[in-house]
């Protein structure tokens, strides 16, 4: 009789079967959650302590069938599901249809076993300290799940009746549509305003001849001795004017040796970030081959807040650096990393590879492409914690220019590697000043030296307004506001893309007018479900029920009762919104009376005629990118999207023409 070890997916057992053989243990996989609420009705009792409705997932019976088939015959069943709520309450659940179907399986024969790394030695030790389900742990996901199902399946016919039919609202996603509605805003709202700089191109001039020494630049900074503000081009040319024939020299060369540290090792949101910044990825697909790499043994769990890591594994990539890189690389001591949330649990580790053999690993694995970049990208943020402070030589240069009426103080700053330290493992890093703007070698140069201008730079600019979203930014702006849990960011950013309250447009955030529609309606009327503090308070009650310091039942109560006296009133009093549309100028093809309109349904834009219902015509909306033509045969690029929801440019000449890319084509000329 074997033991049995149930986890979630086929590719974690085949990973934990490869490190266990086939001889005393078989391993089963759930192919995630077996029993969750039903999908057609709320499936829970509001009445009797919100008493959830379970009910087997569907197409999971067979799956069901076989782990109770197998449980029955088991001495031994651990329950190896990972390790988090949403693991834990998989392994509950899996343990509830086992002991209480037919099969009957005893409650005694169950232990929970968890490991934050799938290696060889990790199962073992979990194996040989099973423990019991974390009920805590099972309550806050309970309490998650049924608070989203109330949001959702009340507020979503509230938003059929008032707006469209086929809407939905949930409970963290809404609060995500609004940041990006409310940054939309704000970027309507700005008002540029003028201002211009003046930069000079400048060469170090000897006895009367220029050495082959750097043209740098330097900005104008200071008009005796105050902040320099240009509002317009004829304040600037006043001083362009003066500038060209003005006499320079160094005035002062200030040198500073700066430290600069190496980040954190990856928790799940700062991997996300990278994976959108260095890789371009959504959170979506970081997270999914963060999975992969996972139940391959590679990397361990991918889902913390923690920055901690185990002293064991640390002395090995100490030990890695200094045969690899040099005694130098390495600090006198290991670094210690202070966990920033509240949440994270001490016992999990950060994102981290489970060997500091890269090239070994990668081998032995055939990792490739988009698993194996990642991959890099985990290993080499971690080797890079634990290395030494890279030392940097900062040069201010302080160039004064004396005119006729004014003198005037330039700057530029010079930055030189005196030793890379953590940066030996990304190999060249190219230098930046504090805003992220290249910087250029300086040349040798002293206080009094006399400087050649060669030419003077004005430059119109004008201020900018707030970015839009991006991945990355939106994520890192979650997290700050407490907005959600880095689990549960990839689903939630999917979702509202899935659902046209917001779209991708160059890798940045916008919000549709279906979007606007509903974010203002539920603001307007449920301004506690939007409230960012109301949000974030509601993470930290699920927290403290996982903790063990709050109980379900009384969190819920909290939320609903308030919730549904506020939901009947709006239902009497709300008035139906009307989505805006856009104008396309065009008059519509069939009625000829109306005009032909873009709108936004359950599956994204198309056009209308705006007299609709009075006249029934549609059509699919085709973007078309203004100023680009086909490099295969002339035609109009249009901007497309998968089926995946990814979107690309092509041809609107196809299938005539083929041509498609991902990146955007340059504009014609």
Avoid at 206 to 220: E, I, M, W, Y
Avoid at 471 to 492: C, D, F, M, Q, V
Avoid at 549 to 572: D, I, T, W
Wanted: glycine share 6%; aromatic share 8%.
């Amino acid at each position: 009789m074997k033991n049995l070890i149930i986890v979630e997916s086929p590719t974690k057992a085949k990973t934990l079967t490869r490190f266990l053989g086939s001889g005393e243990y078989k391993v089963e996989a759930t192919m995630g959650h077996v029993r969750d609420l039903p999908e057609k009705k709320i499936g829970i009792d509001v009445k009797k302590n919100f008493e959830p409705e379970y009910v087997v997932v569907p197409g999971k019976k067979e799956i069901i069938e076989k782990l109770q088939k197998e449980a029955t015959g088991a001495e031994k069943i651990y329950l190896a599901t990972d390790p988090d709520r949403e693991g834990e309450a998989i392994a509950y659940h899996v343990a509830v249809i086992c002991s209480s179907s037919k099969f009957k399986v005893q409650s005694s024969k169950f232990s929970r076993i968890t490991f934050h790394e799938i290696t060889k030695k990790a199962i073992d030790e979990a194996l040989q300290n099973p423990g019991v389900i974390n009920q805590n742990l099972v309550e806050a996901q309970t309490a998650r799940r049924i608070l989203d199902r109330l949001v959702g399946y009340k507020l979503s016919p509230l938003l059929w009746q008032k707006i469209r039919r086929g809407l939905s609202a949930g409970r963290v996603q809404s609060v995500v549509v609004r940041l990006i509605v409310e940054r939309e805003k704000e970027i309507e709202k700005f008002v540029r305003i003028e201002y211009w700089e003046i930069s000079v191109l400048l060469q170090k001039f000897v006895g009367g001849t220029l050495p082959d020494s750097p043209k740098f630049l330097a900005k104008l900074v200071r008009i005796k001795g105050e902040k320099v503000e240009l509002k317009n081009e004829k304040e600037s040319s006043e001083i362009t004017e003066e500038l060209k024939k003005a006499g320079y020299e160094v005035y002062e060369v200030d040198k500073k040796e700066v430290k600069r540290n190496p980040a954190p090792p990856f928790t799940t949101s700062t991997l996300q970030q990278a994976g959108s910044n260095r890789l371009g990825w959504s959170s979506k697909k970081t997270m999914n081959i963060a999975q992969n790499l996972y139940e391959q043994g590679l990397i361990t769990y991918h889902r913390t807040d923690s920055t901690n890591l185990s002293g064991e594994f640390v002395n090995k990539a100490r030990d890695f650096i200094k045969t690899s890189y040099g005694e130098n690389y390495l600090p006198e001591s290991a670094r210690v990393y202070v966990t920033k949330s509240k949440s994270a649990q001490e016992a999990h580790e950060a994102v981290r590879p489970t060997d500091v053999q890269f090239k070994v690993q990668s081998e032995k694995f055939k990792i490739t492409g988009d698993e194996e970049k990642l991959y890099d990208l985990i290993w080499k943020r971690f080797m890079a914690c634990q290395m030494a402070s890279a030392v940097i030589e900062v040069t201010t240069l302080t160039v004064q220019a004396e005119g006729e009426k004014n003198i005037y103080q330039l700057e530029t700053k010079g930055i030189l590697t005196k030793f890379d330290g953590w940066r030996k493992v990304y190999g060249k890093v190219d230098e930046t000043d504090e805003e992220g703007n290249p910087v250029e070698a300086l040349p040798p140069v002293s206080a009094g030296d006399e400087l050649k201008l060669l030419e003077v730079k004005p430059e119109q600019k004008f201020t900018q307004p707030p970015p839009r979203f991006n991945e990355a930014s939106l994520i890192k702006t979650l997290e700050e506001l407490g907005i959600g849990r880095p689990s549960t960011y990839a689903p939630t950013i999917s979702t509202i893309q899935e659902r046209n309250y917001v779209e991708k447009q160059e890798k940045q955030f916008v919000p549709t007018p279906l979007g606007m529609a509903v974010t203002e309606f539920l603001l307007e009327y449920f301004p506690d479900i939007l409230d960012y503090q109301f949000t974030a308070n509601m993470e930290d009650n699920l927290d403290k029920i996982a903790e063990g310091e709050k109980q379900r039942v009384p969190v819920l109560s909290e939320f609903y009762l308030p919730f549904e006296q506020k939901l009947e009133g709006v239902k009497r009093v709300a008035q139906r919104v009307a989505v805006q549309v856009e104008a396309t100028g065009e008059a519509c093809p069939k009625c000829k009376e109306g005009s032909v309109v873009i709108r936004t349904g359950r599956f994204g834009k198309f056009l209308s005629c705006s007299r609709f219902p009075a006249c029934d015509w549609r059509a699919p909306f085709v973007k078309k990118i203004a100023g680009m033509k086909c490099p295969k045969c002339q035609g109009d690029i249009v901007y497309k999207k998968t089926k995946t929801g990814r979107g690309f440019y092509g041809c609107a000449n196809y299938p005539k023409c083929t041509y498609a890319s991902w990146k955007k084509p340059t504009i014609n000329k």
